[in-house]
């Protein structure tokens, strides 16, 4: 157990290191770049659920630190042509905190925070999810879940996501594997005094899949890949009750 905490660790520090530079427009800026970069960053935003489709029930918590990996192409111009120092990586790291409380009538809701080390970027988001069916024994759980995110903290760019998250599981043992799709709207504006874009409203589909891990009491571990137009993994690690 204290070798996977500090592997998580070591996860953290190196998103604190990796992603770097403050987001500013260069003239050379144009609509078409600026659609595909609001696509990637706009997943890279986006609220994920990180939990199995089961209600945690009316005293259920599930209190976690997460942070997720987002592919992004990096050699394009929109991503050269973005930051102080014209570099970029090849994924974005997001490291957050989230909160998840359990309600009566299958009812979930949650919040989480993130600020991306390095840089101006910070992240809010909300999320409601009902469980249709809460699950057996035998039976899975199945939930549609909404969320919000909301980008903050960036002078000349702002973008918000709402999504849509139709999901089953199935717990086994100490294994709860899960699976669904995604609708994900990003809408992203720019204020640069350089350039003026015009704002972009895209819907696209994504599929996710994860297994939630507790070995323990209390203890949870989760790791969750979702692939599309842009791919993305998370990991988390927190307490559930």
Do not use: C
Request: hydrophobic share 45%; charged share 20%; proline share 5%.
């Amino acid at each position: 157990m204290k070798r996977f905490v500090m592997l998580v660790l070591a996860l953290f520090l190196f998103a604190f290191n990796s992603f770097a530079g403050d987001i500013k427009f260069q003239s050379s800026y144009t609509d078409a770049m600026f659609k595909s970069l609001a696509k990637e960053f706009g997943v890279a935003l986006s609220f994920n659920p990180m939990s199995p489709a089961e209600p945690h029930g009316i005293t259920g918590f599930d209190v976690s630190a997460e942070i997720t990996f987002t592919g992004i192409d990096k050699d394009k111009d929109y991503w050269k042509y973005i930051f102080d120092d014209n570099d970029s990586i090849a994924f974005i790291p997001v490291p957050r905190l989230h909160v998840i409380k359990g309600l009566p009538f299958n009812i979930d809701v949650g919040a989480m925070y993130s600020k991306v080390p390095g840089t101006d970027v910070q992240l809010w988001g909300l999320e409601l999810k009902y469980a249709i069916l809460a699950g057996t024994l035998v039976t899975p759980a199945l939930a549609v879940r909404g969320a919000f995110s909301k980008l903050e903290g960036v002078d000349e760019l702002d973008i918000n996501t709402q999504q849509l998250d139709l999901m089953v599981s199935k717990g086994i043992l100490f294994l709860t594997p899960y699976a669904g799709v995604t609708a994900l709207r990003i809408n992203a504006s720019e204020s640069s005094s350089i350039v003026n874009l015009s704002d972009v409203h895209e819907t696209i589909y994504r599929a996710f899949a994860g297994v939630s891990i507790t070995p323990f009491p209390l203890l949870n571990f989760t790791i969750e890949g979702s692939i599309g137009q842009v791919n993305q993994l998370g990991i988390k690690f927190g307490l559930k009750w």
